[in-house]
């Protein structure tokens, strides 16, 4: 079930059952010190897993998790519930309740809905989805809910919740991104290796996504297109921090202003996931 563990930042998945799933430990951050391995993953949901019984029952042993933040709707997590797990606090933050039109909380639904492909593949028309997706990033900085939820997440990781935690929505990649980019900023991770993490989900996400596109390619959608929702581009994340230096001025200033996670937070925050 496992591979060998790498301590390279942004190594492979140690569950290929979990392709998008990674450590955020390893990257140069404040002072030169590196975010500490092994007390903080993304991923995706655990979908993969649903008929392993054997695998999943091993993830928290294998990743030593005590907390799992499910960014989802309501929705989500009820057609996908997160595996229950003995002695693992689960903690959902429906990031996205707020959006009148969220792609990323109903993309699964509209992909198994055969009269949806149609209105799909009219809204990948163009610029659509390149317009719709930065859209959502911008979101995820000024929705309430979103606020609240990532507000919630930091609190946690400041010691409300128990480390090792894992965070996750459906793909890993949208909601789960941000959550990821604005860690790893605040930590003082440069921004192209904050860019490169992020980007990283085309490789380990997509390939593995192959039965969709097909799925929806014989349903009548366009394949190819769905790779702009599917996949991530560093025009998305540039949105999200774009929209923090509109509203806020600065990413410090997010994070005070936006979630309530005032300087002294922040700092705490460092020396809880920077190495000494």
């Not at 030169?32 to 897993?49: K, N, P």
């Not at 993309?107 to 809204?123: C, F, H, R, S, W």
């Amino acid at each position: 079930m496992t591979e060998p563990k790498s301590l390279a930042p942004g190594a492979p998945s140690s569950i290929p059952a979990l392709p998008n799933l990674r450590d955020l430990g390893g990257w140069s951050g404040t002072d030169g010190r590196a975010v500490r391995h092994g007390m903080l993953f993304r991923s995706t949901d655990f979908r993969s897993l649903a008929d392993n019984a054997e695998a999943t029952a091993q993830v928290p042993a294998l990743l030593g998790l005590r907390t799992v933040y499910d960014l989802r709707s309501g929705a989500e997590t009820e057609a996908m519930p997160d595996p229950k797990w003995a002695d693992v606090a689960e903690v959902h933050l429906d990031v996205l309740a707020d959006a009148q039109l969220s792609v990323p909380a109903n993309l699964a639904t509209v992909l198994t809905d055969p009269e949806g492909i149609a209105e799909v593949n009219k809204y990948l028309a163009g610029d659509g989805a390149m317009a719709a997706m930065a859209g959502t990033y911008r979101e995820m900085i000024t929705l309430d809910s979103a606020r609240r939820s990532y507000r919630r997440f930091y609190e946690g990781l400041l010691g409300e919740d128990r480390s090792p935690a894992l965070f996750h929505c459906t793909t890993g990649k949208d909601r789960t991104g941000w959550a990821s980019a604005s860690f790893l900023s605040l930590m003082g991770v440069a921004r192209e290796d904050v860019f490169h993490d992020y980007l990283l989900t085309n490789d380990r996400l997509v390939p593995a996504l192959a039965p969709v596109f097909e799925r929806f390619a014989a349903a009548g959608g366009d394949a190819e297109s769905l790779r702009e929702i599917l996949g991530v581009r560093a025009e998305y994340l540039t949105a999200a921090f774009d929209e923090v230096e509109k509203v806020h001025g600065s990413l410090e200033a997010y994070f005070a202003e936006g979630l309530g996670i005032d300087a002294g937070a922040q700092q705490a925050l460092r020396e809880r996931f920077l190495e000494a």
